[in-house]
């Protein structure tokens, strides 16, 4: 129970001085939380659109050095863009816990369902990362050109209906 106010703080029952958490504070919170969710999506990003595009060199590549190269990229671009994925859903989850309101929303259920088709995209690309340190040639160059243009297109659904939010 609140027993008196002072300047800036408020006394309880035990006499304890505390500050009250004023909600204008929550929502700098939110938008720190929102601010690194979208650098972390950008970072996977990164990931998504050149993995696919070492694919299609990799591919068409003949000579021993670059095959060996092709994979090493792979590899690391595969470790930074799995960093940046796990981040955008931690700091996405994070802002749905801070504000649960969220999950009323339908833009967002939208917007959660191509998430789940990013995150198939991304287990896709470690699929064919492990089929090339195999050395197994699953699908031609042209093939991954075109696989390459699915994150541009599920990129374009999730920003719009992350910001305008359209239902
Ligand atoms: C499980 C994954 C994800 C969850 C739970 C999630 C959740 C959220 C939430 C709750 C917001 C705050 C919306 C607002 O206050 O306006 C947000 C903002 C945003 N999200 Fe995500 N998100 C996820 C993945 C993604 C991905 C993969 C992308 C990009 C492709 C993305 C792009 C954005 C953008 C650009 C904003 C800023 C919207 C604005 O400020 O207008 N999110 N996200």
């Given at each position: 129970?609140?027993?008196?106010?002072?300047?800036?703080?408020?006394?309880?029952?035990?006499?304890?001085?505390y500050h009250p958490?004023?909600?204008?504070?929550?929502?700098?919170?939110l938008l720190w939380?929102?601010?690194?969710?979208?650098?972390?999506?950008?970072?996977?990003?990164?990931?998504?659109?050149?993995?696919?595009?070492?694919?299609?060199?990799?591919?068409?590549?003949?000579?021993?050095?670059?095959?060996?190269?092709?994979?090493?990229?792979?590899?690391?671009?595969?470790?930074?863009?799995?960093?940046?994925?796990?981040?955008?859903?931690?700091?996405?989850?994070?802002?749905?816990?801070?504000?649960?309101?969220?999950?009323?929303?339908?833009?967002?259920?939208?917007?959660?369902?191509?998430?789940?088709?990013?995150?198939?995209?991304?287990?896709?690309?470690?699929?064919?990362?492990?089929?090339?340190?195999?050395?197994?040639?699953?699908?031609?160059?042209?093939?991954?050109?075109?696989?390459?243009?699915?994150?541009?297109?599920?990129?374009?659904?999730?920003?719009?209906?992350?910001?305008?939010?359209?239902?």
């Amino acid at each position: 129970m609140i027993l008196s106010e002072g300047r800036g703080h408020y006394t309880n029952s035990s006499g304890a001085r505390y500050h009250p958490r004023p909600r204008i504070l929550k929502v700098a919170n939110l938008l720190w939380l929102k601010a690194f969710h979208v650098i972390a999506m950008v970072t996977w990003f990164a990931g998504l659109f050149y993995l696919p595009r070492l694919f299609v060199y990799h591919a068409d590549a003949g000579d021993w050095i670059s095959v060996e190269r092709f994979r090493v990229m792979e590899r690391r671009l595969f470790i930074l863009m799995s960093v940046g994925a796990a981040a955008t859903v931690l700091l996405g989850s994070a802002m749905i816990v801070a504000a649960p309101g969220y999950l009323k929303m339908g833009w967002l259920h939208a917007k959660l369902a191509l998430v789940l088709l990013l995150i198939g995209y991304h287990m896709l690309c470690f699929k064919f990362l492990r089929d090339f340190a195999h050395d197994r040639r699953t699908h031609t160059a042209k093939w991954f050109r075109a696989f390459n243009e699915v994150p541009s297109l599920l990129l374009v659904g999730i920003v719009i209906l992350a910001v305008a939010k359209p239902f």
